[in-house]
């Protein structure tokens, strides 16, 4: 049997107020995940979104300059099929 190490994942938004990204990467997390915007803000009238996640841009920028590796994320919120298209 193999054993798989599990990874530390760190997930971002705007909520989880200032972060150390140094004391992060110091405790060893392997990833973060960044929320780029929740579709909370879709306005599905004129398929337009309202507002990026506040710290969406500055989290980028902190995860590159402690060399953490990323992915970004959409929140979505559609309860119906024609929802999920426009957040698409």
Known sequence: ??????KQVFILI????EIDFEKVKKDKIDFA?????????MNYQNNTVSQLDAKFERNI????????PYGIYVYSRATNEE????EA
């Open 83 to 86: 929802m999920a298209k426009q």
């Open 61 to 68: 920028r902190a995860c590159e300059e402690v060399n953490l």
């Open 33 to 41: 995940i960044i929320r780029m915007f929740d579709c909370w803000y």
């Open 14 to 17: 705007q909520h989880n107020g």
């Open 1 to 6: 049997m193999t054993l798989r190490k599990t």
